[in-house]
């Protein structure tokens, strides 16, 4: 896991606690991971065989000559967004706060939002994934998710809105599965194995019983409690995270060209990859639609 252990990657514990790996032929471990994991250069590596990943990191990876490969989508959108005090409206409130970024971000959204809604340099400051200075002032706005950090800050009573960069036109898909070409080719029944088998987490966890995936979560990471987890995943129900609200989504984990051609023009439109990279090289839809996960 590109992140630890919580609700937004729910639908690997569960297939794992429900026996869906070991069905499809797989013994698989799931590490955690943390803002101090490069999971690619674990990948690179040999340390790991598939991480969750996000699509500007594969392409930029791509772009680096890397032998990067998608070979599925959690999510039909990314779940990342601004967390702004109430009384804001939309993303153009962020005129006049200070916004706190992870250094990661300045590579992903932050140019396109700074563009976008005409923010400065000088507004950005740095997110240590510690929402105290949030919860302190008013004034400040901060990158998150919907499913975790607005849990913390309803917790702590403080009045706020999300805003999902994907309402606004951003393009990525939401906590890939990657691998290396040479798994990908060298043993393309055991990649399908392992799409197929997440989806059936995902839609079991998502869609029916999560208590499995969520003992499993508990061991991995002490800071999630019940609490917690079932506000992720109501917060996940709620978006249509797996279809993305599309009616015909022919199977889940399923990717498109177009989009991948989007999310690679976004990038070059945003200053943030050089024209030219071979960005069809960074994903294969071939897995998950061989997979066929159908949605709920």
Not at 32 to 49: S, Y
Not at 227 to 241: F, P
Not at 261 to 271: D, I, K, L, P, Q
Request: with cysteine.
């Amino acid at each position: 896991m590109a992140w630890y252990a919580q609700a937004p990657v729910g639908g690997f514990f569960q297939a794992l606690a429900r026996g869906f790996y070991r069905d499809a032929g797989l013994d698989v471990t799931i590490s955690n991971g943390g803002p101090q994991v490069n999971a690619v250069q674990l990948l690179l590596a040999g340390q790991c065989d598939l991480i969750t990943g996000y699509d500007f990191q594969t392409l930029h990876g791509v772009a680096a000559g890397m032998p990067l490969v998608t070979v599925g989508a959690s999510f039909q959108h990314d779940l990342q967004g601004m967390i702004l005090h109430e009384p804001a409206r939309s993303l153009a409130d962020l005129k006049g706060r200070r916004v706190l970024i992870a250094s990661s971000s300045r590579q992903t959204f932050w140019p396109w939002l700074s563009r976008r809604y005409g923010l400065s340099a000088a507004q950005a400051a740095p997110y240590t994934f510690n929402l105290q200075p949030f919860l302190v002032s008013p004034d400040v706005a901060v990158q998150g998710y919907a499913s975790s950090e607005m849990f913390d800050i309803r917790q702590a009573g403080v009045a706020a809105r999300f805003f999902a960069f994907s309402d606004e036109g951003y393009p990525p898909y939401g906590t890939t599965i990657v691998t290396t070409r040479a798994l990908a080719g060298g043993d393309p029944a055991s990649v399908t194995g392992f799409v197929r088998a997440s989806m059936m987490g995902w839609r079991d966890y998502l869609h029916g019983d999560p208590a499995p995936g969520n003992a499993l979560i508990r061991q991995a990471s002490a800071r999630e409690d019940e609490a917690r987890l079932a506000y992720g995943i109501a917060t996940m129900r709620a978006a249509s995270v797996l279809t993305g609200g599309q009616a015909g989504l022919r199977a889940l984990g399923s990717m498109t060209e177009a989009r991948w051609r989007a999310t690679y023009e976004f990038m070059v439109g945003n200053g943030l990859i050089a024209p030219g990279v071979d960005w069809r090289a960074a994903f294969d839809t071939r897995f998950a639609d061989a997979a066929q996960v159908v949605p709920a």
